[in-house]
């Protein structure tokens, strides 16, 4: 059974850092692209970040670029999300998921809260 689980979440100061962890079971996390994806409350869910299965190329949403990096550890199954300098707008709960065979994201993680506040 295909299975996302994050990890890695919290409460952090303006300008703090935190490290989402997103381990896959039940698949080859090098295979698939991979996207974070966030919702805040009131708010619609909003692409972060993308790694891609083949090539490993990486795209970021203009409000964390720079701030934030995607990585992936193919021995641990796991694609890491570093969030750096981070702001009381990146408040939210962080998904991670996986494309299917069609290339959209059918399969998702339970999430994770993160919350910038002073």
């Known amino acids: 059974q295909l299975q996302l689980v994050e990890s890695g979440g919290g409460l952090v100061q303006p300008g703090g850092s935190l490290r989402l962890s997103c381990a896959a079971s039940?698949?080859?996390?090098?295979?698939?692209?991979i996207g974070w994806f966030r919702q805040a409350p009131g708010k619609e869910r909003e692409g972060v970040s993308c790694?891609?299965?083949?090539?490993?190329?990486?795209s970021y949403a203009n409000s964390v670029q720079g701030r934030f990096t995607i990585s992936r550890d193919n021995a641990k199954n796991t694609v890491y999300l570093q969030m750096n300098n981070l702001q009381p707008e990146d408040t939210a709960v962080y998904y991670c998921?996986?494309?299917?065979?069609?290339?959209?994201?059918?399969?998702w993680g339970q999430g994770s809260q993160v919350t910038v506040s002073a």
């Open positions: 998921s996986a494309t299917g065979p069609s290339g959209s994201y059918d399969y």
């Open positions: 039940g698949f080859s996390l090098d295979y698939y692209t």
């Open positions: 790694i891609g299965g083949s090539d490993g190329s990486t």
